[in-house]
């Protein structure tokens, strides 16, 4: 530890999306062990069965038996009632007393990477695509920060869940690139517009999950997708557990730039 | 004229977005007077009225006397019959003998820039904002091409009008940033995947139109809405017809690479 790494991530509210696999479910489980007791988690994400067993996982942990609060909010953030539904969740597990607000906006969908952008003539397709992967996460963190607003003792720290696609295009993946192109710049406007939040765009890196296998399994162009298929094979995708240790690090040691692009191999 | 530059653009079909007014209208009439004899433009709008103006212009122009074949079609691209009832007319239009397919995607709005990302909390107005910006550009570009195809003789250009705000966040102008961002990168996308296709992100600068009034009247950042006023009392405003010339030049030197973001001030 560095010293002037904090020894934790206060006595928090995490909001995580897509908290119930691969990376938001590893992030549920690392926040839990940063925050210091009497911290709430707010897991959300469509699957009820998936969040319940990661809520039974964290009543068993330390954190858990310490009295650390987990809410489950199974909610479609495709649909306008998602983000409401986790702000009410939200306000009701907030007590006065926390330090820290921490959103994760982790859920993200991959989008038909089987094909490229000229097939893309369905507007329904691409509007829904971007509803999930862009206004819902500029909504939902736009009704967090209204919901708890900016006060003396009260940390505030928006994250981004992205990725090298926000900056490189890749054959075939339009959608995702698209997707986390927009998200990214939102929440450089985001941080540009309120100094006060910590705004953290991290870029985890090729993981082992479940949507990595589609990648190298789906993807439409049969370079990239040999790429993927040689980052497995060869044992260089990173787990959830190695990045998400390095996303904690950064949110202890406090000194990223808001609203930087930070990827996991700069660490 | 360079040595290497081509003295017209060929016989073509150009469709041009949100040709009524400012950038589109200006590109329409610059267009026309590059186009070989026997030319189509198809000229897109909502504005039935000011459409027929522009048609009425280019009828008594050079173009038009020596038989330039104008095409309007009244559509909203924010909805879905709009992208495909611009390639309906551009398919009624289109002989075999046409050797250029130029797509201008200039349609764009503003979004409301008087509020910050915080405010931004209904899902429907970002998906609508997104749908217009970003989905509609993805569709009709992708109808284009496939109504189109590649063919030997048959020269395809698609033109994405861009903005320094695809690069860099500005304050308050969520909305617009993330819709820059998003369109660039998916054009960057296209550029990869089609090597036969010539792509081109534009960012014709500030230009002296309706919408920079907008701009330098609602913006909502203080500092911003200034640099704005300043820019146009200080005469710093382009006008659309100096950037468009730009625009020409870079399509008939037919040197650029593909899908790179190149700016009015870098030429």
């Known amino acids: 530890m560095s010293s002037s790494e904090r020894a934790d991530l206060g ?9 119930s696999r691969g990376f938001g479910r590893t992030t549920a489980i690392e926040m839990s062990r940063l925050v210091k007791p009497g911290s709430v988690l707010v897991l959300v994400a469509r699957s009820a069965d998936d969040l319940r067993s990661l809520q039974a996982e964290l009543a068993e942990s330390d954190a858990g ?8 909010v199974v909610a479609d953030l495709a649909q306008m009632e998602g ?4 702000v009410s969740a939200s306000k009701e597990v907030f007590s006065e007393d926390l330090d820290h607000i921490i ?3 982790n859920a993200a969908s991959l989008g038909d990477v089987s094909r490229f952008a000229k097939s893309f003539t369905n507007m329904a397709e691409v509007d829904s695509y971007l509803s999930f992967n862009v206004s819902s996460s500029l909504c939902l963190t736009a009704s967090i920060l209204q919901a708890f607003p900016q006060r003396p ?3 505030r720290t928006v994250i981004n869940v992205t990725s090298l696609c926000a900056l490189k295009p890749f054959c075939s993946w339009v959608l995702y690139c698209t997707g986390k192109a927009a998200r990214e710049m939102m929440f450089r ?9 910590r705004v953290l765009n991290y870029s985890p890196g090729p993981l082992d999950t479940d949507m990595q296998l589609v990648a190298r399994s789906r993807t439409g162009d049969p370079s990239l997708r040999k790429t993927f298929s040689d980052m497995f094979t060869g044992g260089r995708l990173l787990t959830c557990e190695a990045s998400c240790v390095k996303l904690m690090k950064l949110l202890l040691e406090d000194t990223y730039t808001s609203g930087a692009h930070v990827d996991v191999f700069d660490l």
């Open 11 to 19: 006595r928090a509210l995490c909001v995580i999306t897509g908290a």
């Open 65 to 72: 038996k310490a009295g650390l609060l987990v809410k489950c």
């Open 83 to 86: 983000p409401e539904s986790v």
């Open 103 to 105: 959103l994760v906006n």
């Open 153 to 155: 003792g009260l940390q």
């Open 189 to 197: 406007v985001l941080a540009e517009e309120e100094p006060d939040l």
